[in-house]
């Protein structure tokens, strides 16, 4: 049998002294407690552990409602009507709205008619006072102590407000064959011991306490101290993971040019998304020189192809275009950049950025928003690779169901679009794919390049079960507050 816990070995004791029922103030005033819900939760132990029963009974009791407790305070609305046409015996509809509020008047005046009271040209009179009293009289001292049984229940249950009734739940115990064959010396309190402390270990009495087992069952108060934003949180576990799977972080500007962001990835000048309405373009730097080596290459390979077997986009490419200052649009920018400058050694690299673009705010958009970027590069590097590690990283993060299906970006060949199943739907989260040989050629970068590019706040929303994206930024200290430790 399991351990017995404090209050139900007291309680036991108790039940032990006589074998028939006991009522809860019996029990309470036995084991000395003030609360009922030890007792309860003592008796249900003992009861789940065959050492006593427990008997419930339930029952109908009336009790005041809200208009109830100030009517047992201030009296009914009909007795203050009598009291004060009772005072002022010429008194009239009239006095009386005007000394009664007007929500008062009216139902009280119902409340007198049905009594008795007549109102003739605005006087009132009754033919027989004293039954009239005498009813109010009985329905004050059921206000004042009501009672189930009362012949006045149907009409108070009528009145809006004043009684209610509810089911009690009223429950006996008593003890069994088990429970009486256990010694008494059984029964014995312990001191347990709650809390470890240094003391304690120092001494030898660990060896011979006993410790309070952890229900992780109770309910428990939430500890309000200061902790991490979600957001943040999540960026937290996304680094350790990829930290984990060997891969070192990328931390760089979002001041960028359009040559970066988007000529190096030979995304095409006149490409929609480069247009104003898609990107937020600087005033201040307007420009950003761009090395003369660097604008030339890229000229050759938009215009025609370059040393690539490529054809280019044809058309005419803009110096000028390129060295424009934008904030990036996203965190490709930096991972080229990244391999610009270490084109020959392989690495496995990750960033997870704030990327801008003139989105309106709605409900999963924002102009404003998180990339996870990452990078693989190394000899043999092949789309294998690339879905495995990324599969590897949501399952990590709790989403086992992944699937990549064909894209199209400017700069991979093959693209994919990464999903991941959250409540039965596929959701899309991000693109990825192998860097064209127009992006690495120029750079000097020879082995292939895997890389991918992830919506944060996407990954948030499933983390975190938003419908709304604007929730992760609103600031609401109830939301914040009972947002779960990722
Ligand atoms: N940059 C792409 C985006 O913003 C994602 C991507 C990154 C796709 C790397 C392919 C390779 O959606």
Redesign the pocket.
């Known amino acids: 049998m399991a351990e017995l816990t404090n209050p139900e070995r007291r309680m036991l004791r108790a039940l032990q002294k006589r074998s028939d029922d006991w009522t809860l103030e019996e029990i309470l005033q036995e084991c000395d407690w003030t609360d009922q819900a030890i007792a309860v939760s003592a008796g249900h132990g003992l009861t789940n552990k065959g050492l006593a029963k427990t008997m419930e009974s339930s029952n109908k009791e009336v009790i005041l409602g809200e208009e109830g407790i100030k009517a047992s305070e201030n009296g009914l609305l009909e007795a203050r009507l009598w009291n004060f046409i009772q005072s002022n015996p010429n008194s009239t509809m009239k006095d009386l709205s005007s000394h009664f509020e007007r929500h008062e008047a009216g139902p009280g005046i119902g409340l007198l008619k049905g009594l008795g009271v007549t109102i003739q040209g605005g006087n009132f009179s009754c033919e027989d006072n004293d039954s009239v009293a005498d009813s109010i009289l009985e329905r004050t001292k059921f206000i004042q102590s009501p009672s189930i049984d009362s012949p006045l229940l149907d009409h108070f249950k009528g009145r809006k407000n004043l009684i209610e009734i509810v089911e009690m739940v009223s429950r006996t115990w008593k003890i069994t064959k088990n429970g009486s064959g256990i010694p008494v010396e059984e029964l014995e309190e312990v001191v347990q011991i709650a809390e470890i402390t240094p003391e304690l270990l120092q001494s030898d009495e660990w060896k011979n306490a006993t410790f309070r087992p952890y229900d992780v069952s109770l309910e428990a108060a939430m500890p309000r101290s200061g902790r991490s934003h979600p957001m943040q949180a999540l960026i937290e576990r996304i680094r350790s993971i990829f930290l984990e799977m060997g891969f070192s972080e990328l931390v760089d500007d979002y001041v960028q040019t359009a040559g970066w962001n988007m000529d190096s990835l030979f995304i095409p000048q006149d490409h929609p998304a480069r247009e104003m309405q898609d990107t937020f373009y600087l005033d201040e730097p307007k420009k950003i020189e761009i090395e003369a080596k660097l604008l030339a290459d890229w000229k050759a390979i938009h215009e025609h192809g370059g040393d690539t077997e490529s054809t280019g986009w044809g058309g005419e490419f803009s110096e000028e275009i390129a060295q424009k200052g934008l904030l990036r649009?996203?965190?490709?920018v930096n991972?080229i950049q990244y391999l610009a400058e270490n084109p020959k050694e392989p690495c496995r690299v990750f960033a997870i950025d704030r990327?801008f673009r003139k989105e309106s705010i709605d409900r999963t958009h924002l102009p404003e928003f998180h990339?996870i970027?990452g990078?693989i590069m190394e000899p043999g590097a092949n789309l294998g690779m690339l879905v495995t590690t990324l599969k590897t990283f949501y399952q990590k993060m709790g989403y086992p169901e992944v699937r990549v299906r064909p894209?199209y970006?400017p700069?991979?060949e093959p693209?994919?679009e990464v999903e991941v199943k959250w409540r039965g739907k596929w959701l899309e989260l991000?693109?990825?794919?192998i860097?064209r040989p127009e992006v690495t050629e120029p750079l000097g970068i020879k082995d292939p390049v895997c890389?991918?590019?992830?919506?944060l706040e996407r990954l948030a929303m499933l983390v975190l079960g938003l419908d709304d994206i604007r929730q992760l930024y609103i600031s609401d200290l109830e939301w914040l507050r009972n947002q779960p430790i990722l």
């Open positions: 649009t996203h965190t490709t991972t990327v990339q970027e990078i894209a970006f700069y991979t693209s994919l991000g693109g990825a794919g860097f890389a991918w590019g992830m919506g």
